[in-house]
């Protein structure tokens, strides 16, 4: 398996995390294991947990992280309360997200997470089980495809792209990215750039939905919050406005103290910072970083760290 990897703001991501030389990291979003190689290397004793959800990732890891401070876990990161549960542990001191879609994912054709090329309509980053976006294609109702294409692509054409595969499917079910990318690029007005973007869009939508990606990103900040120490850090990569929208509105809460009314002359709520904003503004990648692999131009980078 030729488990290609192109790690975004690797440095900085592990910078950020201020690490301990004896600590204990979870590195949520494994991918090609870059983010957890440079903390190894960064540590003295301590031990990096790798989670991912594809099987790829962690057989990847198994064959080229050879280091028993390494224990990968084949698991989604919104579960990494439980998986810590498992290893006996009850706090960390970082934790660091990846979000997205991994390069390997994205270069193997046959997981149909690109419209550049024809493969089966499938998009799940776990394919041992879930509905692909195949069945979200073919089975969705066109309001609920509308809707999927508004809130996760914001896509302004949703309405009309959903009627054009509601009208394509009763002729047809849909099985190839191509199919999909056709109907999308017809049923769009405008150039060919407009009509890409479109695509690009519509494909991200149904992959968030096919994956559950928003509502995992929420529930595994929630549960990382939780689980750091004193001091511990939380450093989050996002590649799109919706995640980076997420991860903002969560730190802020996490960092937000009394949220009495103004007129209040006395604190009644009780509440207290959590976490202290590491970042005011994202850090973005380098020009440098930016020439090298074009997937890190969207990338933003957050921390914050607990109180």
């Known amino acids: 398996m030729d488990f290609k990897h192109y790690t975004v703001l690797r440095e900085e991501s592990v910078d950020l995390l201020d ?8 590195d949520c979003t494994l991918g090609g294991a870059g983010h957890t190689k440079l903390i190894l290397e960064r540590l003295v004793g301590g031990r990096v947990i790798g989670i991912d959800r594809d099987s790829d990732a962690i057989q990847n890891a198994l064959k080229t992280v050879n280091d028993p401070r390494f224990i990968p876990v084949k698991s989604n990161f919104s579960e990494i309360d439980a998986v810590l549960s498992s290893l006996g542990i009850d706090k960390v001191d970082g934790v660091l997200m990846d979000l997205g879609v991994s ?4 270069d193997t054709v046959e997981r149909g997470f690109s419209y550049s090329v024809d493969a089966p309509l499938d998009m799940r980053m776990d394919v041992s089980g879930g509905e692909d976006a195949a069945y979200v294609v073919n ?55 407009d009509k890409l973007s479109s695509v690009k869009r519509v494909f991200q ?16 900040l929630e549960k990382s919050a939780a689980l750091l120490k004193k001091g511990g850090r939380l450093t989050v990569i996002s590649f799109h406005s919706l995640e980076d929208r997420i991860v903002k509105r969560c730190f802020a809460t996490l960092a ?35 020439s090298e692999n074009s997937r890190s131009h969207s990338a933003k980078l957050r921390a914050a760290e607990k109180l």
Request: hydrophobic share 35%; net charge neutral.
């Open 19 to 26: 690490l301990k030389e004896d600590g204990i990291y979870v």
């Open 103 to 106: 390069s390997h994912q994205l």
């Open 139 to 193: 089975n969705y109702p066109e309001e609920e495809l509308s809707r999927i294409m508004w809130e996760y692509g914001e896509e302004r054409y949703s309405r009309r792209i959903a009627a054009a595969i509601v009208k394509a499917r009763a002729e047809k079910a849909y099985t190839t990215t191509k199919e999909l990318y056709d109907t999308v690029f017809s049923a769009v007005h405008g150039s060919k750039t």
């Open 205 to 220: 939508a149904i992959r968030i939905e096919v994956n559950g990606e928003l509502s995992a990103v929420t529930e595994a």
């Open 256 to 290: 937000g103290g009394c949220t009495c009314p103004k007129d209040l002359p006395v604190c009644v709520c009780g509440k207290v910072p959590q976490f202290k904003l590491i970042t005011r503004k994202p850090l973005l990648p380098t020009e440098k970083e930016l």
